[in-house]
């Protein structure tokens, strides 16, 4: 069993994504933080919503990824005001946090 352990972040990104596509809208974002460029982290994005994904939306998202929760590793969530320069009021914005685990034989 692998030993590395990652931290997987989930957010909503209020206007939209330009990587690894751009998205016209509002969309929630998983992405695997890791050594090197963060240009060049595991990323998952979902189609334009604001609906939080579910737990197994996540699960499969993760898989995709090449991860798999840590053992006895649960979502937290915290809440923050989004930066002051974007081009809307500032919003509420909900954070997921996760360890994470490289799925045995996995790309990761």
């Not at 590793?73 to 009021?89: F, I, L, S």
Request: hydrophobic fraction near 40%.
């Amino acid at each position: 069993m692998s030993k590395q352990i990652f931290g997987a972040q989930l957010s909503l990104r209020c206007c939209g994504t330009t990587v690894p596509e751009r998205t016209a809208g509002p969309c929630w974002q998983l992405y695997v933080a890791m050594s090197g460029l963060v240009s060049e982290w595991p990323t998952f994005t979902w189609p334009t919503t604001t609906e939080v994904p579910t737990i197994d939306q996540r699960q499969a998202a993760l898989t995709d990824l090449g991860f798999v929760l840590d053992e006895g590793a649960e979502w937290e969530w915290t809440e923050c005001t989004g930066p002051d320069y974007h081009p809307h009021p500032v919003r509420v914005l909900l954070l997921g946090a996760v360890k994470v685990r490289p799925l045995e034989g996995g790309a990761a």
